[in-house]
T-cell receptor
Framework: DAKTTQPNSMESNEEEPVHLPCNHSTISGTDYIHWYRQLPSQGPEYVIHGLTSNVNNRMASLAIAEDRKSSTLILHRATLRDAAVYYCILRDFNYGQNFVFGPGTRLSVLP | KAGVTQTPRYLIKTRGQQVTLSCSPISGHRSVSWYQQTPGQGLQFLFEYFSETQRNKGNFPGRFSGRQFSNSRSEMNVSTLELGDSALYLC????????????????FGAGSRLTVL
């Protein structure tokens, strides 16, 4: 499985943008980049995914570096509800792998 | 539409007993996968079922087993429980199996929290 590296924890102030980085230097051309988050006492929930181009949805934006060796999940205005563990995961298009969750980044949002 | 439903939400067992956990996927989803989450090991993949067939299995002992029914509902069973089996067991469903596309998205349930005494 291709590996991802994320900071263990980050802090943000409420109503400010948050940039969560993920390094995946061994990414292959067919790997999709997925982000999930897990709020306290809940199962993980899907946030966003992309392959090459930047992606936007109602929850967040995903910025993918041109060489695809890193990506950034952007929460445009953090709320207290965004405090969670965020997981960056690679999924191989060709070989269909199960999701391999690393330790993720624990995001704290300060009021 | 209804999300992924896991039952029971909480349960307490003693060592040596067995436990069965149930997962009802989102309507129309044919793939169900199971994960174990512990503070020490994080989220670890147990197995995946698609159309009643086990497609993938994680690195867990044979005490952990599962099955999927024709309506896509799934159960997992843990026999001869050990203290280390205490964990949050998460079920996730998806429209297609993991072998179909890297873009396949999982929807997780809230989990079943098992405590083994």
């Amino acid at each position: 499985d291709a590996k991802t590296t994320q900071p263990n924890s980050m802090e943000s102030n409420e109503e400010e943008p948050v940039h969560l980085p993920c390094n995946h230097s061994t990414i292959s051309g067919t790997d999709y980049i997925h982000w999930y988050r897990q709020l306290p006492s809940q199962g993980p929930e899907y946030v966003i995914h992309g392959l090459t181009s930047n992606v936007n949805n109602r929850m967040a934006s995903l910025a993918i570096a041109e060489d695809r060796k890193s990506s950034t999940l952007i929460l445009h205005r953090a709320t207290l509800r965004d405090a969670a563990v965020y997981y960056c995961i690679l999924r191989d298009f060709n070989y269909g792998q199960n999701f391999v969750f690393g330790p993720g980044t624990r995001l704290s949002v300060l009021p | 539409k209804a999300g992924v439903t896991q039952t029971p939400r909480y349960l307490i067992k003693t060592r040596g007993q067995q436990v069965t956990l149930s997962c009802s996927p989102i309507s129309g989803h044919r793939s169900v996968s199971w994960y174990q989450q512990t503070p020490g090991q994080g989220l670890q993949f147990l197995f995946e079922y698609f159309s009643e067939t086990q497609r993938n299995k994680g690195n867990f002992p044979g005490r952990f087993s599962g099955r999927q029914f024709s309506n896509s509902r799934s159960e997992m069973n843990v026999s001869t429980l050990e203290l280390g089996d205490s964990a949050l067991y998460l079920c996730a469903s998806s429209l297609r199996g993991s072998q179909s596309s890297g873009a396949n998205v999982l929807t997780f349930g809230a989990g079943s929290r098992l405590t083994v005494l």
